[in-house]
Nanobody
Framework: QVQLVQSGGESVQPGGSLRLSCVGSGYRATSYCMGWFRQAPGKEREGVALIDVDSNTTYADSVKGRFTITKDTAKNSLYLQMNSLKPEDTAMYYC?????????????????WGQGTQVTVSS
């Protein structure tokens, strides 16, 4: 059974840090393009970061310099290190895998999605 299981979301104060994790099972998820997306209430789904099969990374302008996407092929896992968090980063975050175009602007290309994890940044 193909599955992506997420962990790591919680509530933090502005300026804080969080690390999201996403573990693949049923297939070698890290052999594909993987990414993180987020959706805030009342807003469109937004691409946050991507990492391709060669570990090249792409970030949304809103998170550049603050967020880092990495993967561990041995653990079949994807991570998102989030630093200097802002209230506008508050959203449900989703990991995704297997996209033929591997571009932030085409989330519908991704075949597999995690269950989502809530990140809340508030004082």
């Amino acid at each position: 059974q193909v599955q992506l299981v997420q962990s790591g979301g919680e509530s933090v104060q502005p300026g804080g840090s969080l690390r999201l994790s996403c573990v693949g099972s049923g297939y070698r998820a890290t052999s594909y393009c993987m990414g993180w997306f987020r959706q805030a209430p009342g807003k469109e789904r937004e691409g946050v970061a991507l990492i391709d099969v060669d570990s090249n990374t792409t970030y949304a302008d809103s998170v550049k310099g603050r967020f880092t996407i990495t993967k561990d092929t041995a653990k079949n896992s994807l991570y998102l290190q989030m630093n200097s968090l802002k209230p506008e980063d508050t959203a449900m975050y989703y990991c995704a895998a297997d996209s033929w175009r591997c571009m932030l602007v085409f989330p519908d290309d991704f075949s597999d999605w995690g269950q989502g994890t809530q990140v809340t940044v508030s004082s």
